[in-house]
């Protein structure tokens, strides 16, 4: 079984209907005998992202983000203390670019878990030296 990291903009497209990788995010998912890992920061990310989208997108973002946690395809990797410190650490190594704590996070848990390729449009996992599979 294959095993990619699921970041917060795949999350998103698949709840939101408009969204312009919807239809990408779709395909990847129908995808047999894929695992996915994600993290509570990355699911965080998601549910800030739909925070001022009225209370009906909210729920909507909140359901969603308990299924994942309780799908068993999906490993959601928990928020822990030392990960802070360590995501810390590679934000300030990486100070030239732009990635976000939770990119710095993501990258973390994917050299981890030695995964490769990430169902994200974000080109700072392909700075990272990934493969963004919705670009």
């Known amino acids: 079984m294959k095993t990619v990291f699921a970041d917060a903009n795949y999350w998103i497209a698949l709840i939101n209907p408009r969204d312009d990788l919807r239809d990408r995010a779709r395909a990847a998912t129908a995808q047999v005998g894929l695992r996915l890992v994600t993290t509570d920061w990355v699911l ?54 732009e990635w976000s704590a939770v990119d710095c996070h993501s990258l973390k848990v994917m050299r981890e878990r030695q995964i490769d390729e990430a169902l994200t449009h974000d080109h700072h996992f392909e700075q990272m030296g990934f493969k963004a599979l919705l670009r």
């Open 44 to 97: 965080l990310e998601v549910l800030n992202y739909f925070a001022d989208k009225g209370a009906a997108v909210r729920l909507t973002a909140a359901r969603t983000c308990d299924s994942i946690r309780n799908s068993p395809n999906v490993e959601v990797v928990p928020a822990l203390r030392n990960d802070l410190e360590a995501t810390t650490a590679l934000y300030r190594q990486h100070a030239d670019k």
